[in-house]
């Protein structure tokens, strides 16, 4: 970490003698995908926990419920997700606590952002993704990168096999590539948005071998959050 | 002293009292810095932090059943490749509703556990009768061990956190150096994860939890495998078993040993 440490000085070094380094960080895996409706949301994350062939546990959900509007998809360096999102909880009380009301969708968003980038010279290894209802009652997604920056989408994959599940999302939630009229396009309702979100994992928990077990599925409306539990690949 | 972390604490606000801590009324004032210099002041060539295990332990093996949970781990603690202790209890009883099994560095594992017992005696001169729980502890553990990789300069320690919580569900968590932590009805240490994990995985009855007896099974198994494949394993072995009831460290225990098939395999 310093660059004022040993490694500086090779005419000190011993022949032979290891020099361990630790790493702080350490990928446990699994995936997240989110996808907004018109007054929906949904969001799926696998319950895989593993680092290098280990499986840890095959039963660990990576949504954190932050309110009943907002369900935070967090994967990545677990202790980092652990400790990120035990501060927002944190953030989350205290903000009910002085202005007597539950943060809002977008506000989340913003503090999301805030926390993960105060920690820019030392980051959360995490791959965020963040669905809820906005102040105007429509779905949305927010993405971050893991110093954070912060995008408003409609659809977002992330995690392990955030690159495998994303193009699919493109072409069949964004419509990309595809030669038809809008009114020849499917209508995105709930069923539509679970039915793809599981089609995605499904085929992720093929090629990816930090995804599978099961997912979790979060559909968040206006009424609240319904969960649902699909079970995938167990190798 | 409350503990060795709050003295890097930053105050709540501007001259405010850092976690832990008094308020200072006079305000303004430098707080007494009262941590060793070498743990806050860099060297001219920077700081250099151990990096390496010296004495470890290999497996813990915990198991969860549906009245309570088994925490198993030999007596075998090594130097190297130097099988240096040959008879060190590893399962530890916290509490009548806590168990611990310590795996890899051993001393960070003897360091911990008196800040552990510190606490325990805390708790019960409060003489409220309200006990710690072991998900109480393993949160505390992660704070501890996420904080200490955050400074670069980790406990090499992977602990086993088993017991009961309140109306007696059962709890079995494993923490590692970084502060990762999860709950399973099966969690394990060094070779125990590749060599353990597998076997109870596949004899778990589905939707219900283990016997106390399928649990005790398993672990005898389990250390008999451990023995024979891990050689970092000795053949004696602790048991600590948490139920409402309270908690008790048995043993230790012997493998049971047969090397009569030794001479049908070539190269023995």
Request: glycine fraction near 10%.
């Amino acid at each position: 970490m310093s660059n004022l440490g040993f490694q500086q000085f090779p005419e000190y070094q011993v022949p032979g003698v290891q020099q361990a380094d630790f790493s702080p960080y350490e990928s446990n895996g699994g995936s997240i995908v989110a996808i907004a409706g018109d007054d929906f949301v949904v969001i799926a994350a696998d319950t895989r926990l593993s680092s290098g062939y280990n499986i840890h546990s095959r039963d660990q959900s990576k949504l954190f419920k932050l309110s009943d509007q907002t369900v935070l998809g967090s994967t990545g360096c677990w202790a980092d997700t652990l400790s990120l999102t035990g501060l927002l909880k944190v953030r989350m009380q205290g903000y009910e606590h002085t202005h007597l009301r539950t943060m809002a969708t977008d506000a989340v968003a913003q503090m999301l952002s805030i926390t993960m980038y105060n920690r820019r010279f030392f980051p959360y290894y995490v791959s965020n993704i963040l669905a809820g209802i906005d102040k105007d009652g429509k779905g949305v997604v927010y993405s971050y990168d893991p110093i954070g920056h912060c995008e408003r989408a409609f659809y977002r994959a992330g995690g392990t096999a955030g690159t495998l599940l994303q193009p699919v999302l493109d072409n069949q939630i964004g419509h990309k590539n595809i030669n038809l009229s809008s009114s020849e396009l499917p209508k995105l309702t709930i069923e539509r948005a679970v039915a793809i979100a599981s089609d995605t994992f499904i085929s992720a928990a093929e090629r990816d071998i930090y995804t599978g077990d099961s997912v979790l599925i979060n559909i968040i409306t206006k009424d609240g959050i319904e969960e649902k539990k699909l079970q995938l690949r167990l190798d | 002293m409350l503990n060795n972390y709050n003295g890097l604490a930053q105050p709540f606000w501007q001259n405010g009292p850092a976690p832990g801590q008094f308020y200072h009324f006079t305000g303004g004032q430098q707080q007494i810095q009262n941590l060793p210099r070498e743990l806050t002041t860099a060297g001219p060539y920077g700081t250099q932090r151990n990096t390496a295990r010296i004495t470890t332990g290999s497996s813990v093996l915990g198991i969860r059943f549906d009245g309570g949970v088994m925490i198993a781990a030999d007596t075998m603690v090594s130097y190297g490749s130097l099988s240096r202790y040959q008879s060190i209890d590893r399962v530890f009883k916290i509490n009548e509703k806590i168990l611990l099994g310590g795996g890899d560095d051993f001393a960070d594992i003897q360091s911990i556990k008196r800040t552990i017992d510190q606490k325990m005696i805390a708790d019960q001169c409060r003489a409220d009768e309200i006990e710690m729980k072991p998900t109480e502890l393993a949160m505390w553990l992660t704070r501890v061990l996420y904080n200490r990789r955050t400074r670069m300069n980790p406990l090499f320690i992977d602990v086993v956190v088993g017991g009961v919580n309140a109306e007696g569900k059962p709890f079995l968590g494993n923490v590692d150096l970084r502060g990762r932590f999860y709950e399973d009805f099966v969690v394990a240490t060094g070779f125990a994860r590749h060599l353990a994990i597998p076997l109870v995985r596949e004899s778990k009855p589905a939707g219900r939890e283990f016997t106390a007896e399928e649990a005790s099974n398993l672990i005898r198994k389990c250390m008999e495998v451990l023995y024979y494949r891990d050689t970092r394993n000795t053949s004696k072995y602790t048991v600590g078993v948490c139920t409402p009831s309270g908690s008790v460290v048995e043993g230790p225990y012997k493998v049971d040993e047969n090397w009569s098939f030794a001479s049908t395999i070539k190269g023995y």
